[in-house]
């Protein structure tokens, strides 16, 4: 299983540290919870939370700024700007399905014929446009571990770019992360991976 891995995945961390911010954010509550009706006291604990407002504010900025510096620069847009991709394929999400196929730009992504299977090849730089015909969808894609491996929103009117590299051959899922509707759960697709 793939969460036996010693390493967290983002995902993991992501979730590890909701939970660990959420935990302070209870901890919080049950401290003014328990010191909000102890007369004199009242005082004393609204001075110290007040106190540790701005140093958690503080913190938290600080924690935000260094976050920013080290990971912006990972944001792959610029470089996808002027890196011409090795194939491009149009994604257009309907409810509920996705369809998937080379081409060009359609002028009206709803006629876009495309497959909610496609083949792909390994090691090469794939440029997916995607859109959407109706609602907000998004386009994301799993491994055969249920790992997330790359998603951006599927909108009417507007193309995101997204670029990803498939290291090696695979069979991946393509899901919906936008809720769309109760059959929101079946949209979705499938890549083939090989050469
Ligand atoms: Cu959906």
């Known amino acids: 299983?793939?969460?036996?891995?010693?390493?967290?995945?983002?995902?993991?961390?992501?979730?590890?540290?909701?939970?660990?911010?959420?935990?302070?954010?209870?901890?919080?509550?049950?401290?003014?919870?328990t010191t909000s009706d102890q007369g004199d006291e009242k005082h004393e604990a609204k001075k110290m939370v007040y106190a540790l407002r701005g140093k958690y504010f503080l913190g938290l900025a600080a924690v935000i700024v260094v976050g920013l510096v080290i990971t912006l620069g990972m944001l792959p847009y610029p470089k996808f700007q002027t890196e011409a991709p090795d194939q491009t394929i149009v994604v257009v999400g309907s409810q509920w399905s996705w369809k998937m196929g080379p081409g060009e730009?359609?002028?009206?992504?709803?006629?876009?014929?495309?497959?909610?299977?496609?083949?792909?090849?390994?090691?090469?730089?794939?440029?997916?446009?995607?859109?959407?015909?109706?609602?907000?969808?998004?386009?994301?894609?799993?491994?055969?571990?249920?790992?997330?491996?790359?998603?951006?929103?599927?909108?009417?009117?507007?193309?995101?770019?997204?670029?990803?590299?498939?290291?090696?051959?695979?069979?991946?899922?393509?899901?919906?992360l936008e809720y769309c509707g109760a059959p929101h759960t079946v949209m979705t697709g499938k890549i083939v991976v090989e050469q």
């Not at 967290?8 to 939970?19: C, E, F, P, V, Y």
């Not at 959420?22 to 401290?31: D, I, R």
């Not at 909610?116 to 995607?130: D, R």
């Not at 491994?143 to 998603?151: D, K, M, P, R, T």
């Open 105 to 176: 730009l359609p002028a009206e992504p709803k006629k876009f014929k495309g497959k909610s299977t496609i083949t792909l090849p390994p090691g090469k730089t794939i440029q997916f446009l995607v859109t959407a015909s109706d609602v907000t969808h998004n386009f994301a894609i799993y491994n055969e571990q249920g790992v997330l491996l790359a998603q951006t929103q599927a909108m009417p009117g507007y193309w995101n770019d997204l670029r990803y590299t498939f290291a090696q051959g695979g069979t991946f899922k393509v899901l919906c």
């Open 1 to 33: 299983m793939y969460c036996t891995s010693m390493l967290l995945t983002i995902q993991h961390s992501a979730a590890l540290i909701s939970l660990i911010g959420a935990l302070v954010v209870v901890g919080v509550v049950l401290f003014l919870f």
